[in-house]
């Protein structure tokens, strides 16, 4: 170990293999695979991800936004990168330079991104987002905004210099049980594929029509169609294992402090909690700032070789303290696993009252990852 890394995260890229052999095996063959690799790729590290992926095969990546696509672009990343989010028509240059897809979500947006490609003399790649539920973004096509939608993205597709080789929609509780959730999902797809048919009567057809993200992925195939956009699946988590995916990351750090503390003290800010015995408290060196929800305060114990260490007092900023009092083994610069293989990212998340994505992104820049192969 070296001691200059108070805290690190261990990611596997041989885990981030298998995972996507093994999505790819459970999607029909010829069905284009996009990896999301938005937030940094979860936390993972978008660039060694992303490298790792186009190593394997994948044929396009997603992002959240410009600068997201500008890193992989300058770390050499070939694949196509779809860009999910905003990108301000003042940048559409940089998007043509740079050979990115944006995508489009309103009329609006697709005449201000013609008349920048139209200037600059060159063609856009765009994608057709579709608002099928999830009422965030996309061309609105629900109910009364059927026949206005369907005007609006035959305008859009047919503004100058926009190359329209995709359309999409994203499913909102495809991860989620239950008999509501499925209708709503089917419902989804269904209004999705009917704008798909009433596009192509319109004479407007695509390379590319994709909605099927993890939840889709692993419980509604159908969906599928040309591409499939996983994105915490690819990583190990939610619902990983019907696929016997393997989680990627593993949050470790060691103990830097142990003292003994006497009964009836409080421990850390607000002394939330009180030593019911004379306590021998580990400090290891982690804490909000890296990443550590401050939720988990005395809600979950980490993993160290004898066994879980019960987290006591609130998290801080840099470190938190575990009780050692029944785990006389452990010791000075012994290891423990915020979470990994022995306590995956779901365990603290259900005691956070949260989901294994907020985990995995909250880990800060400051950790830093060291990959395995």
């Known amino acids: 170990m070296d001691l200059r890394k108070r805290t690190w995260a261990e990611v596997s890229l041989e885990n981030i293999a298998h995972n996507y052999r093994a999505i790819r095996a459970a999607i029909p063959e010829g069905c284009k695979f996009l990896g999301v690799v938005k937030a940094d790729a979860y936390g993972h590290g978008a660039v060694?991800?992303?490298?790792?992926?186009?190593?394997?095969?994948?044929?396009?990546?997603?992002?959240?936004?410009?600068?997201?696509?500008?890193?992989?672009?300058?770390?050499?990343?070939?694949?196509p990168i779809l860009i999910l989010g905003h990108t301000p028509r003042e940048?559409?240059?940089?998007?043509?330079?740079?050979?990115?897809?944006?995508?489009?979500?309103?009329?609006?947006?697709?005449?201000?991104?013609?008349?920048?490609a139209v200037k600059l003399g060159k063609p856009l790649r765009v994608h057709i987002k579709v608002d099928t539920g999830m009422s965030r973004l996309g061309f609105l096509t629900a109910g009364p905004h059927y026949?206005?939608?369907?005007?609006?993205?035959?305008?859009?597709?047919?503004?100058?210099?926009?190359?329209?080789?995709?359309?999409?929609?994203?499913f909102a509780v495809s991860d989620e049980p239950g008999e509501e959730a499925e209708r709503f999902t089917r419902g989804q797809f269904a209004l999705f594929l009917s704008v798909i048919d009433s596009l192509k009567k319109a004479g407007i057809s695509f390379e590319i029509r994709h909605c099927a993200n993890s939840g889709a992925v692993v419980h509604y195939k159908e969906t599928c169609l040309d591409m499939v956009r996983p994105g915490i699946l690819l990583y190990g988590y939610e619902g990983g294992g019907a696929l016997d995916l393997r989680p990627c990351m593993r949050l470790m750090t060691h103990v830097s402090t142990i003292k003994?503390?006497?009964?009836?003290l409080?421990?850390?800010y607000g002394g939330t909690y009180v030593t019911g015995r004379r306590t021998r408290m580990?400090?290891?060196?982690?804490?909000?700032?890296?990443?550590?929800?401050?939720?988990?305060s005395n809600r979950c114990a980490f993993i160290t070789a004898d066994g879980p260490a019960p987290q006591r007092g609130r998290v801080c900023m840099d470190m938190c303290m575990i009780d050692l009092t029944d785990l006389p083994g452990v010791n000075l610069e012994s290891l423990i696993e915020i979470f990994g293989p022995r306590q995956p990212?779901?365990?603290?998340?259900?005691?956070?009252?949260?989901?294994?994505?907020?985990?995995?992104?909250?880990?800060?820049?400051?950790?830093?990852?060291?990959?395995?192969?």
Do not use: W
Not at 260 to 264: E, L
Not at 282 to 296: C, E, H, M, N, Q
């Open 48 to 79: 060694a991800v992303s490298r790792r992926l186009e190593a394997l095969g994948a044929d396009y990546l997603a992002v959240s936004c410009l600068d997201e696509a500008v890193e992989l672009r300058k770390a050499n990343i070939g694949l």
């Open 91 to 116: 940048f559409v240059s940089e998007l043509i330079d740079l050979d990115l897809t944006q995508t489009v979500t309103c009329e609006a947006k697709a005449i201000e991104y013609s008349q920048e």
């Open 147 to 170: 026949d206005q939608g369907i005007e609006n993205i035959v305008s859009a597709c047919r503004q100058k210099n926009l190359v329209p080789e995709g359309i999409y929609t994203h």
């Open 260 to 264: 003994y503390i006497d009964a009836g």
């Open 266 to 268: 409080p421990v850390s």
């Open 282 to 296: 580990g400090v290891i060196p982690i804490g909000y700032a890296d990443g550590l929800l401050r939720s988990l």
């Open 345 to 373: 990212a779901d365990v603290l998340a259900r005691a956070a009252g949260t989901i294994s994505y907020e985990l995995l992104c909250a880990v800060s820049k400051r950790v830093p990852r060291v990959y395995i192969d």
